[in-house]
């Protein structure tokens, strides 16, 4: 039987994708099995951010169990890079699903406790997520402050990664809005931090 080529591709991309979904949930069920069995609060506050995170592209709404006893497990530990982790995480889950007021609730949290750390990698990268919080909430205004906030701290503290991608947002709001200018040196800046960084580059958009 002749197979067209075209539909060859498809069988192939949905088995590997079917593939890469079942290393996903295997992952998380090794994951929730090692938190049951874990006693110590700070190893399981970051069990359930990494649960968390692996929830963000796989099942969100799976991932929402999981959110308040982290929540819960985050106050009882007062434990400042535990608690800020999950509350990242948490964060990303709720934007995922389109939940962008309680993703920037969730993410100023974690901002604070970064801050009050002077914990500059962390501060960077939740900059970021919180521009990319009202980006795809529709203010682009608030949305620009805060990636470029990012930019700075994520180049102060050398953090080239982050910082392009968050050029590549930047792109990609300049683009919606139909601001080339900025929108071409946004995507130079971009390409100019991932040849520093030494990583293959590609212009992502936001999700």
């Avoid at 080529?5 to 992952?27: D, I, M, V």
């Avoid at 799976?62 to 007062?78: H, R, S």
């Avoid at 800020?84 to 993410?107: D, I, P, S, T």
């Amino acid at each position: 039987m002749k197979i067209l080529p075209s539909l060859l591709f498809c069988l192939l991309f949905f088995l590997n994708a079917a593939r890469g979904q079942k290393t996903e949930r295997e992952l998380i069920d090794s994951l929730v099995a090692e938190l049951a069995a874990t006693k110590a609060d700070t190893s399981r506050l970051n069990l359930y951010a990494e649960i968390i995170y692996r929830h963000v592209n796989y099942q969100p709404k799976e991932g929402l169990v999981y959110v308040q006893p982290a929540l819960d497990l985050a106050n009882k530990t007062n434990w400042d890079p535990g608690t800020a982790r999950v509350k990242n995480r948490v964060g990303r889950l709720y934007w995922r699903l389109g939940n962008f007021n309680e993703a920037l609730e969730q993410h100023f949290e974690a901002l604070n406790i970064y801050t009050k750390n002077e914990d500059k990698i962390g501060e960077g990268r939740i900059l970021l997520a919180i521009g990319q919080d009202y980006l795809d909430k529709g203010d682009y205004g608030e949305a620009r402050t805060y990636l470029l906030k990012a930019i700075a701290v994520t180049g102060e503290n050398g953090d080239r990664i982050y910082q392009a991608d968050t050029y590549s947002i930047l792109n990609y709001l300049y683009t919606k809005q139909g601001d080339i200018a900025n929108a071409t040196e946004a995507a130079y800046a971009y390409l100019k931090a991932m040849e520093i960084s030494g990583t293959r580059a590609e212009i992502a958009m936001a999700a």
